[in-house]
């Protein structure tokens, strides 16, 4: 997700690293390289005018800040401008009755699922239906994913839609949901009907939000269907599946300007847990290489114990980090999910790991490694020889070569680790590492 900015934005910006004074042909300079990557990455082209417009505007005119370097003030602006087009604020799930439209085979039937996943683990009551009556299966479809995800699906023997939704929200009422999250009709194209249809539940069920589910593969074509739809049933929000097979993420950046709703939440793959919540900020902040320190946070904590979190924190804010506490990442890393994406949060090593292809099987081998040595050799793996990297690579069945390759690994996520220091130390905002 965003790696084509992830590396232009950092290519670009850390052109001005050695510079104290910034004339303004460096900052047109850079601009000039951020619009050839916003437009590579599908942002709509008057959103990206409009965008540099600002940010050259702000730049040349206000005052840099006083207490950073010329440098981290454009980047600054940049991270505030990116924060803006992206929405600004996180958006909520106001409680009711949840519409969900948009074509179908963009994702919209899993990600009712996903949503009453989360709306679940949240502590909320979450019941799903479907008017989809014409496509049964897409109804069987919803009624499993609700049932693997623990929550009442509501089915009725009527094939009118509205009817359904109407007597949907009456037991969602009854039964004290938070939430009743309703499906609506999928089809190829957007046609006459299909809207009529749209306009009658919103009529009748008065929905707290309707969610526009979008193929961020599609790219500039979804913003087109979505406004054609905003225009009948005026949208609240709009959750962009398939993030994860979309390197370029243009339409991310354009949702906002181009409709005037936010982006609720992105769908990052298959599975039920992958969806996040879109956070403006923190998406700002991992386009610019900063890494997305707080959502890394937040997934950890669902899983680190709350001592060895500590134990782990404190360790790293002191700058020790040895084998032995790679072991223990490494650890709940495994447990947290898919590393890929996991990795992609961490400050500086997102845009390097771009077509790195994290091959769980390989953590499986270092693992082996890391428990061959010895605790002082974990301590400070400095002290291996060869002859006892021999001797590791026998005990655990691998080679020199792959003890080198963990030894080097280690001393990259040390690094990455000390970058992550000074972004935690740097106050509410992070020390930018240009
Ligand atoms: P619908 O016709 O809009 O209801 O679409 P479905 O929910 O049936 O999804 C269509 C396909 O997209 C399925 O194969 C889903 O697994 C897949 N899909 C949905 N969301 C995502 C996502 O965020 N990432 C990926 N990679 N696939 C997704």
Known sequence: MFDLLIERFNKSLSKLSSTRKITEKQVNDVLREIRTALLEADVDYDVAKAFLKRVRERVL??????????????????????????????????????LFVG????????????????????????????????????????????????????????????????????????????????????RLHVDEELMQELKQIKEAVKPSEVLYVADAMQGQEALRVAKVFHETVPLTGVILTKMDGDARGGVALSVKSAIGVPIKFVGVGEKIEDLEVFYPDRIAQRILGLGDIQSLAEKAQQVIPEDEAQVL????MRGEFDLEDMLKQIRFIKSMGPLDKLLGMLPGIGAQLKNVKIDEKKFKKTEAIILSMTKEERKNPKIINMSRKVRIAKGSGTTVGDVNKVLKEYEEMKKAIKSMRGLLSGGSLPKFPF
Request: net charge positive; no cysteine.
């Open 313 to 316: 924190a404190t360790k790293i």
């Open 103 to 186: 074509l179908q085979g963009t994702g919209k039937t899993t990600t009712i699922g996903k949503v009453a996943h989360f709306l679940k683990n949240q502590g909320f009551k979450v019941a799903v239906a479907s008017t989809d009556v014409r496509r049964p299966a897409a109804m069987l479809q919803l009624e499993k994913l609700a049932e693997r995800v623990g929550v009442p699906y509501y089915r009725f023997d009527e094939t009118s839609p509205v009817s359904i939704a109407v007597k949907s929200k009456e037991r969602a009422l009854k039964e004290g949901m938070d939430y009743l999250l309703l499906d609506t009709a999928g």
């Open 61 to 98: 005119t206000e005052d840099l800040k006083k207490n950073i370097s010329p440098t981290d003030s454009i980047v600054l602006t940049v991270y505030e401008e990116l924060t803006n087009i992206l929405g600004g604020e996180k958006a909520d799930i106001k409680k009711g009755t949840v």
